[in-house]
């Protein structure tokens, strides 16, 4: 990821300077010390999961992510000026997603299969209020339309985490409420008559352990089998400012 926004970066003065001269929108807006505008967004959010010494054992249970779920973000977008080619943003916001751990019966076997237990995978449902402040470097501007990008850090509070487990419903995997991501990530203003849209791609990863290391009495080989669990997410959002 640092080597593409290094390329991408490298990139843009040359950019600027391969297009030809065309009519430009005069967008008040961009001018402006503070404007407001709103996002809407698709998230994919994942875990990096580290497994514990006694799941890498024969015969034993080893957590993995297999598959990963869509959703979506909705947020507010405040943007500050601060120069020519930066821009202070705060976007408070909600996103909704999901992420499912599955596990493997691992056995030492000839041909050295597992076996999917199914009736242990866990479907984490989250539910974040989120307060990204995020540090914008702007391009030059290319007729209608200027490469940025983008890197800060962004707090979230998860909703949906559980003080209890869930076991009328299988769920034996509790996250802890909140956690510090850093973000970076590129995208592309587009000047349009009335408004500037943007589309832009970001990875979120937290910093801290989420996993709460509490298991349940009944099933506690599903959170002794890792070691430590930290949340990421991509996020593809459209900006309407």
């Known amino acids: ?3 593409l926004l290094l390329i991408i970066l490298s990139l843009l003065p040359v950019l600027g300077f391969s297009q030809k001269k065309k009519p430009m929108n005069d967008v008040i807006y961009d001018k402006k010390t503070l404007h407001f505008g709103f996002t809407l967004g698709l998230n994919t959010m994942d875990f990096v999961l580290y497994p514990s010494r006694s799941a890498i054992l024969p015969d034993s249970l080893y957590p993995d992510v297999a598959m990963l779920h869509p959703g979506f973000n909705i947020n507010v977008v405040s943007s500050l000026k601060l120069s020519e080619h930066f821009n202070f943003r705060f976007l408070p916001g909600i996103s909704f997603g999901q992420r499912s751990i599955y596990y493997y ?23 974040f209020l989120e307060f990204p402040f995020i540090f914008k470097y702007k391009s030059v501007r290319i007729n209608n339309w200027r490469p940025y990008l983008i890197g800060g850090l962004n707090y979230r509070l998860d909703l949906a985490a559980k003080k209890e487990y869930k076991e009328d419903k299988n769920i034996y995997i509790r996250l802890k409420q909140s956690d510090i991501y850093y973000e970076v990530g590129f995208g592309i203003d587009f000047f349009l008559k009335y408004f500037k849209f943007s589309a832009e791609l970001k990875l979120s990863v ?8 509490d298991p349940s009495a009944s099933h506690p080989e ?3 089998s890792i070691d430590r669990l930290k949340s990421k997410i991509w996020i593809l959002s459209f900006h309407f400012e």
């Open 1 to 3: 990821m640092k080597k």
């Open 105 to 127: 019966r691992r056995y030492d076997g000839q041909q050295g299969d597992s076996l999917v237990l199914e009736n242990s995978n866990q479907k984490i449902e989250s539910s």
């Open 206 to 213: 937290g910093m801290r352990d989420v996993l709460v290391h």
């Open 222 to 224: 599903l959170v002794t």
